[in-house]
C-alpha cells in the first residue's frame, strides 16, 4: 500500500487508482479499529462504514460483478458492526486486501489512461528543503477549478 496519498496523486489517479486508493483508506480504517478499544474503536469503525457506503454507491449493478461486491461490502459492514473483538476485524481486512489486490493487479496491467480529473491544475510533489515534508507545487495556470 501507498504510504501516503497526496492530492498529487488523487489528481492524476486513473478510475482503477481511484478506487484503490479508496481501497487503502478503508484497510486503513479496519487496522486502526481492530488495534483501538471502546468509544475508538466505533469511531473508526463508523469511518470505514462511510468509506464502504462510498463503495456502495458507486456500484453499477447492471454490471455482475457489482452484486458480487455489493455482498462483500454488506459482509464486512456487518463484522464492523457486530465484532467487539479484533479477529472480526481482521476477517474484514483479510476480504478488503483481497479485493485491493486484485483491483491494483488489474490496474497496473491497464494501458495508461487519462487521470480521472480532466482539466485539474498541474501539480507537482516533491522533496524540498523542509527536510521531513512533503510539499506540493503548483504552477500558474488557468486551468483552476472544473470545466463546466
Known amino acids: 500500500m501507498k504510504e501516503t ?13 481511484l478506487l484503490c486508493i479508496t481501497y487503502e483508506l478503508l484497510l486503513e480504517r ?9 468509544k475508538e474503536r466505533k469511531i473508526e469503525s ?3 462504514i462511510e ?14 460483478i457489482s452484486k458480487e461486491l455489493f455482498k462483500i461490502y454488506v459482509y464486512v459492514q ?7 473483538t479484533s479477529e472480526g476485524f481482521e476477517e474484514a481486512y483479510k476480504l478488503i486486501e483481497k479485493l ?4 491494483k493487479e488489474i490496474t497496473e496491467r491497464e494501458e ?4 480521472s480529473m480532466q482539466n485539474a491544475e498541474v501539480i507537482y510533489a ?5 527536510r521531513n515534508n512533503l510539499n506540493e507545487i503548483s504552477l500558474e495556470s488557468n486551468r483552476r477549478g472544473f470545466e463546466a
Open 5 to 17: 496519498i497526496t492530492v498529487c496523486s488523487v489528481v492524476n489517479a486513473s478510475r482503477g487508482e
Open 30 to 38: 479496519i487496522k486502526s479499529a481492530g488495534q483501538k478499544e471502546g
Open 46 to 48: 463508523k469511518k470505514a
Open 51 to 64: 468509506i464502504i457506503q462510498m463503495l456502495v454507491a458507486d456500484l453499477d449493478f447492471e454490471i455482475e
Open 78 to 84: 456487518g463484522l464492523l458492526i457486530q465484532s467487539k
Open 100 to 103: 485491493y489486490t486484485a483491483f
Open 112 to 115: 495508461q489512461s487519462k487521470p
Open 126 to 130: 516533491g522533496m524540498t528543503y523542509g
